[in-house]
């Protein structure tokens, strides 16, 4: 039989599709979240942009002091995204409320690493260097990144940042929830600890969320209702309720399946018990031994090259 | 560098010259300091009459401006110092803003449940630590404070709404940031300071102080003299 593309094409079709249905079941996925995480709740109608949480951030992580950090006032020209030396920045957006005397009311929103339930940084990670412990933080282990950026690639919020000035020992850099102090009996993050106006509330995920809800329900003017980080990419330890839709706070709208899910399943799926390499290989065997099988038929064709 | 060194030099002795053993203090200042270190016991259980009902049962009850003992408030607490401590208090002219607003109702807003309790209770009873996790919707007094402040300073279009409106920035603790040998000299006492202030020595030399030189507006024949002084027209009358 003389094999062409074609055929090539339809028997390797035929062949894993028939694998597949061999296959055993991928096992269904299944999140891998810590029981009772932390979780911080930040109300953007109370922030109002001091950037205290930016200065306390960098004492409390060792990090160059902010850009301006008195400033309140030109800084919010640009929109400021966090970087490999400032873990959380705050920006300022004009989302056309107004107040009594026609003045636009400013919205303040601060930006950092969501601290997802179901981390998709930790998943694309293939050294293991980040990952979720049992506090809710997702913690960056410097010993064994390889500096692959898959994180950052991976990071729906588009977070973790990578020390490019530092061509020796370049690190990922990311919030870090302060860890190392939350571990601590009635720690906080250095943010929430400045915060003057208590925009920013730390707690059990479960409590920040059920005071979230009680917030909305009792004001239902006052709030969207919707508690950003709920539901994204599978719940965030992060969450965020606002007076402004929170696509307009450069919130991205995301699904609510988690990150990890697809690639994940469809990892799982394809290589448990190597299966498809398996299955490949076998096949590619078939055809090898079938064209060799053919040249020894008509030797002639032999050396006619 | 020099003329700032002899300049400083001399104003360091003339500083210590100015401070008398024990220093006046004023009384209500001290009154205030008192009270604002006063804890009360957490109030856990609150009333909420609705804004409008509370401030109706505030007047019917007769309460005013004249039950205002205290002209200001320091708001030092210690729960507000508790974790960060990087501002001096402010001073809250309590009967200034009950003046002004003539309703008590504006920041007392919600009572104790307990009937006996006082109507208009101070803000710390009600309002301690932050993320107290039996009552997770008490927001903390640091916060409380904050809030009521700036949101109806915004509301009304008067008040400070920024830090510095309101609060002075702390004096940093000067015995951990002065690193001096043991009996040192003027001069390395003068480069201490001039390793952080230089930019107030630089200010310094640019005034009369320095230059024995500048404008009069308060002596007598010499109001529009812009170069008056001891470097230039004036005797030396000390």
Redesign the interface.
Same mark, same amino acid.
């Given at each position: 039989m003389k094999l062409t593309r074609r055929t090539f094409f339809k028997f390797m079709g035929v062949a894993g599709v028939s694998a597949t249905g061999l296959a055993p079941a991928a096992h269904a996925w299944e999140s891998k979240a810590p029981p009772d995480p932390y979780g911080c709740l930040v109300d953007l109608t109370?922030c109002?942009g $001091?950037r205290k949480c930016e200065e306390?951030c960098s004492t409390v992580n060792k990090l160059p002091a902010p850009e301006r950090p008195n400033c309140?006032c030109t800084i919010f020209e640009k929109k400021r995204r966090p970087d490999d030396k400032a873990f959380t920045v705050v920006n300022r957006y004009f989302t056309g409320r107004l107040?009594e005397?026609d003045k636009p009311l400013p919205t303040f929103a601060k930006v950092q690493c969501m601290h997802c339930q179901d981390p998709a940084c930790v998943s694309a990670c293939i050294v293991g260097a980040l990952s979720k412990d049992e506090t809710g933080a997702v913690h960056y282990d410097v010993n064994k990144c390889i500096g692959c950026r898959y994180c950052m690639v991976a990071c729906p919020f588009e977070i973790p940042a990578y020390e490019y000035r530092d061509p020796i020992t370049p690190r990922v850099r990311k919030c870090t929830f302060c860890y190392d102090r939350i571990k601590k009996d009635g720690g906080?993050p250095g943010c929430v600890?400045? $915060?003057?106006?208590?925009a920013l509330?730390?707690?059990?995920r479960e409590?920040?969320l059920?005071?979230a809800h009680?917030?909305l329900k009792e004001n239902p003017g006052k709030y969207i209702q919707q508690v950003y980080g709920e539901k994204e990419v599978g719940g965030t330890s992060w969450l965020y309720i606002s007076s402004v839709p929170f696509d307009q706070v450069n919130l991205p709208v995301l699904p609510e399946t988690p990150s990890p899910k697809l690639s994940e399943t469809l990892q799982h799926s394809l290589f448990s018990y190597l299966w498809s390499p398996i299955a490949l290989f076998g096949v590619l065997g078939v055809f090898m031994a079938k064209s060799n099988k053919a040249k020894d038929n008509h030797p002639q064709h032999k050396g006619g090259a | 560098m020099i003329r700032k060194i002899i300049f400083f030099a001399g104003f360091l002795i003339f500083m210590a010259s100015l401070c008398p053993a024990d220093v006046w203090k004023a009384p209500d200042q001290e009154k205030a300091k008192e009270r604002a270190k006063e804890e009360v016991p957490f109030v856990k259980e609150y009333k909420d009459e609705f804004l409008i009902n509370r401030k109706v049962n505030l007047m019917e009850k007769g309460i005013s401006i004249k039950d205002v003992k205290d002209i200001y408030f320091l708001l030092d607490n210690p729960i507000v110092k508790k974790r960060e401590d990087h501002y001096e208090p402010v001073r809250f002219a309590h009967k200034r803003h009950a003046a002004l607003t003539k309703d008590c109702s504006v920041c007392h807003h919600f009572r104790p449940k307990d009937e006996n309790a006082l109507e208009t209770t101070r803000c710390s009873a009600c309002h301690q630590d932050s993320f107290n996790p039996d009552h997770p919707e008490r927001i903390g007094l640091k916060a409380a404070y904050h809030k009521q402040c700036m949101e109806c300073h915004q509301e009304q279009g008067k008040g400070p709404t920024d830090c510095k409106g309101c609060h002075l920035e702390n004096v940093p603790n000067h015995k951990e940031l002065v690193k001096l040998p043991d009996k040192a000299d003027p001069f390395q006492v003068t480069a201490e300071c001039l390793r952080c202030h230089d930019v107030q020595a630089t200010d310094m030399l640019t005034t009369a102080h320095w230059l024995w030189k500048g404008p009069s507006p308060y002596t007598t024949g010499h109001r529009k003299d812009i170069m008056h002084g001891k470097g230039t027209t004036a005797l030396n009358n000390f």
């Open positions: 109370r109002v $001091c306390a309140q107040d005397f906080l600890t400045i $915060c003057p106006t208590e509330t730390f707690g059990r409590t920040v059920t005071l009680k917030r | -």
